[in-house]
Each structure stands twice: as structure tokens, then as C-alpha cells.
């Protein structure tokens, strides 16, 4: 019923700028809340950035804040993360979500719809 589909990840050095693409199929993608989340080797899965169904509220990682940005254009069923002053930890697959509600959440239990993820690699 939905799919999510990443795209923009690619292996940069560090100090660059990545940005990352979910287009989202589907016609009730406007009444839910999406997220990003990410995943290095032998680590769980983490949330990076959550945005609500109307992109009025954001969340973050403290690890990302100040650098990465979530943002969302409805109209275009789509979810974007402009990653800025990467940094070698922020290597990982990051993987696109759709939530179960509104508002933006970093709990990945509240997410039902996940993309396959885009691997982000950054070199030091």
C-alpha cells in the first residue's frame, strides 16, 4: 500500500554536504508524520530526524543538530534531509519512515513504513 524509496546517499569526505531523498507512493502521505533514521555496523538502528504531517515541527538527534535539516513537500509526496558538515560517524544506511500519527516522533515503534535504506559513507 505504501512505499518509500531513498535516494542521494554516496561516499564523500568529510566536511561535505549530502542530500537525502524519500519519494513516498501513495495518496495519504500528507496525514502522517515521516522520519529519518540511520544505522552503522553492529549499531541499532537510530533516529536522526523526525518532521510532523505538516512540517510545522521538527525533531533531531543531538548528535545531528545544527547540521542536518528535515524538511517535506506534500504536494510531491516527498521527504528530503539536507546533511551538512558531515562527519565520519555519521556513516551509516539511512532509512526513510512513515509514521502511524501526526506528530513527529523519534520512537522507531511508532513508524510503520520503512524504505531499504541509502548507504552514507564519509571519509575522514
Known amino acids: 500500500q505504501v512505499q518509500l524509496d531513498e535516494s542521494g546517499g554516496g561516499s564523500v569526505q568529510a566536511g561535505s554536504s549530502l542530500r537525502l531523498t524519500c519519494a513516498a507512493s501513495?495518496?495519504?502521505?500528507?496525514?502522517?508524520?515521516m522520519g529519518w533514521f540511520r544505522q552503522a555496523p553492529g549499531k541499532e538502528r537510530d533516529i536522526v530526524a523526525a518532521i510532523s504531517w505538516g512540517g510545522s515541527t521538527t525533531r533531531y538527534a543531538d548528535s545531528v543538530k545544527g547540521r542536518f535539516t528535515i524538511s517535506r513537500d506534500n504536494a510531491k509526496n516527498t521527504v528530503y534531509l539536507q546533511m551538512n558538515s558531515l562527519k565520519p560517524e555519521d556513516t551509516a544506511v539511512y532509512f526513510c519512515?512513515?509514521?502511524?500519527?501526526?506528530?513527529?516522533?523519534?520512537?522507531?515503534?511508532?513508524?510503520?513504513?520503512w524504505g531499504q535504506g541509502t548507504q552514507v559513507t564519509v571519509s575522514s
Open positions: 519512515a512513515r509514521s502511524r500519527f501526526r506528530i513527529a516522533s523519534t520512537t522507531n515503534h511508532d513508524y510503520d513504513y
Open positions: 501513495g495518496r495519504t502521505f500528507n496525514s502522517y508524520a
